[in-house]
Nanobody, 124 residues
Framework: QVQLAESGGGSVQAGGSLRLSCAASGITIGWYGMGWFRQAPGKEREFVCGISWSGGSTNYGDSVKGRFTISRDNGKSTVYLQMNSLKPEDTAVYYC?????????????????WGQGTQVTVAS
């Protein structure tokens, strides 16, 4: 049974930081690229960032470059998202996902497994 469980969401003031975690079970995440997506009410799902199966390459959406950092610890079956300099427009539900292609790319259709999401709210 595959499960991706996000944690670390909450409310923060603009300019603050949060660290999200994604704990995986039922899969060996070293066989997958991993990514983070987000969705705000009334908006399309948006690619945030991704990381390749080995951690050797990363991808970031334009809106978060320079502020967010994705990392992974395959031994702990965990992926992280460090979010700094948060803005109100970062408010969304954040989802962790596993990419069967292995690259952590921006196309959500290549991701096979998805978590339930964790809410991030940034106040102005």
């Amino acid at each position: 049974q595959v499960q991706l469980a996000e944690s670390g969401g909450g409310s923060v003031q603009a300019g603050g930081s949060l660290r999200l975690s994604c704990a995986a079970s039922g899969i060996t995440i070293g066989w997958y690229g991993m990514g983070w997506f987000r969705q705000a009410p009334g908006k399309e799902r948006e690619f945030v960032c991704g990381i390749s199966w080995s951690g050797g390459s990363t991808n970031y959406g334009d809106s978060v470059k320079g502020r967010f950092t994705i990392s992974r610890d395959n031994g702990k079956s965990t992926v992280y998202l460090q979010m700094n300099s948060l803005k109100p427009e970062d408010t969304a539900v954040y989802y962790c996902a596993a990419d069967r292609r292995g690259g952590g790319g921006l196309d959500g259709r290549t991701y096979e497994y998805w978590g339930q999401g964790t809410q991030v709210t940034v106040a102005s």
